[in-house]
């Protein structure tokens, strides 16, 4: 069990480097597949309390002695204190127990390949894994009030979704550069502002759920559905980039940009979703799983009205953001309303086809849900609210300077009633 904590020690501080950036692919030393492993040890081993050495005073010993080490002394250390310079060595050893080591080797061509989350991004998923036990337990028989039916599957669904907000949480941080087409396109500028999201940048170059693909498919998981909404993520995160730089630098955007980017953004619910039926060995249900998409979206568009100023200084995708853009601050309530009014509609029909002890199950939620959002969720009828349009989004964020909070994928129930909207706007 030490052995295990030790490793998941490495494993979180290997993560932690990559994500400040201290990792350059383009040297020849530190794209050596073991490179991010040793740094992970020697960062341990740096922040072990050694007598009365601050962090400062490391910190002061290590830039001085650091020029004076080369691999010729390192080579003379090894030999001097009867180490082996491979995969045995002192890298292997440092806090590993001869018996734990045949662990580490087994992992240790996974390393970068290997699915990891952080603290931070279980944080964040938290809220979310609540909202879906609480709203779709419900569409596979399952009481949400019972531990034994959570804490079953709760394991790999709250990974599945911490690694998705892990990856949210980088693209968020791609959308406000200040670039004038896609990040991932453009190098570092000659200042290096950017180097702290060279493994953002990675992370999005390749196939950023290989990892999580790895994963699923030795669990017996994976199947070619969830394959795709993974797809459709990347998807979403790429038209997410594309229209906030657009925003940012006052281009044109598409419409059909904007609506495939809203139904596509709640990729991560399908996720858990179609997993949750994998873990049950249950087959999809195709009306469940279109009803709960167009409620999905309709949740999105509610978010997004309340989350209005917040993404607007974040520069981060809203679909009120981008009506502006492309209808003007006069026609954009009216389109959005005449949007949310034409989907409400199929949220109703599909609605009353659902087995009408699910439909009233779920209608309980969403006023539950309600009552339980206060401002965010609106009244109990479901009335819609358009905040006052920012013509300006520049002036805005000048007038409105603070630190970035990070984004809320949101909580995914809906009740009905845009037609009152309609009547406000039109």
Not at 59 to 83: H, V, Y
Not at 362 to 369: G, K, M, V
């Amino acid at each position: 069990m030490e052995g295990l904590k030790k490793l998941e020690k490495v494993q979180n501080t290997m993560m932690f480097i990559q994500n400040r950036g201290l990792i350059d692919s383009s040297s020849p030393h530190l794209n050596h597949p073991d490179a991010n492993r040793f740094l992970a040890n020697f960062i341990l081993l740096l922040i072990q309390p050694c007598g009365n050495l601050d962090m400062e005073a490391k910190s002061g010993l290590i830039s001085a002695s650091l020029s004076k080490i080369s691999a010729p002394f390192l080579e003379e250390a090894s030999l001097f204190l009867g180490e082996k310079n491979g995969k045995e060595g002192i890298c292997n050893d440092f806090s590993v127990h001869s018996d734990q080591k045949a662990i580490l080797q087994s992992l240790d061509t996974e390393f970068n390949d290997m699915a990891i989350v952080g603290f931070d991004a279980m944080q964040r998923a938290n809220s979310t894994l609540e909202d879906f036990c609480r709203s779709y337990f419900m569409f596979h028989g399952m009481d949400a009030n019972k531990p034994q039916s959570v804490f079953r599957y709760l394991p790999l669904l709250s990974f599945t979704e911490s690694y998705i907000y892990q990856l949210d949480n980088l693209n968020e941080k791609l959308t406000q550069l200040p670039t004038s087409g896609d990040p991932l396109n453009e190098p570092p500028d000659a200042e290096g502002n950017q180097s702290c999201l060279i493994s953002s940048v990675k992370s999005f170059k390749t196939d950023p759920f290989i990892p999580l693909v790895h994963l699923l498919e030795r669990l017996g998981l994976m199947t070619e559905r969830i394959k795709e909404e993974f797809k459709c993520g990347e998807q979403y995160w790429t038209i997410e980039r594309k229209l906030c730089s657009a925003l940012t630098n006052r281009l044109e955007i598409s419409i059909d940009d904007v609506m495939t980017a809203i139904h596509l953004k709640s990729f991560d619910y399908r996720v858990l979703n179609l997993l949750l039926y994998q873990l049950r060995g249950e087959k999809v249900n195709e009306l469940h799983m279109e009803f709960l998409s167009v409620s999905e979206c309709l949740v999105e568009v509610s978010d997004d009205l309340f989350d209005y100023e917040d993404d607007v200084l974040e520069n981060s995708f809203n679909v009120l953001r981008m009506f502006v853009r492309i209808y003007g601050s006069v026609g954009a309530p009216a389109m959005l309303a005449k949007f949310i009014s034409e989907t409400e509609d199929k949220y109703i029909c599909l609605l009353k086809a659902l087995d009408p002890l699910l439909s009233v199950k779920y209608q309980e939620r969403c006023e539950e849900a309600t009552s339980e959002g206060g401002e965010k969720s609106g009244s109990p009828l479901g009335s819609w609210s358009i905040p006052p349009i920012i013509k300006d989004e520049d002036l805005y964020r000048s007038e409105h300077l603070r630190p970035t909070t990070a984004t809320n994928l949101g909580a995914h129930v809906i009740t009905v009633g845009a037609m009152e909207c309609m009547h406000l706007f039109i």
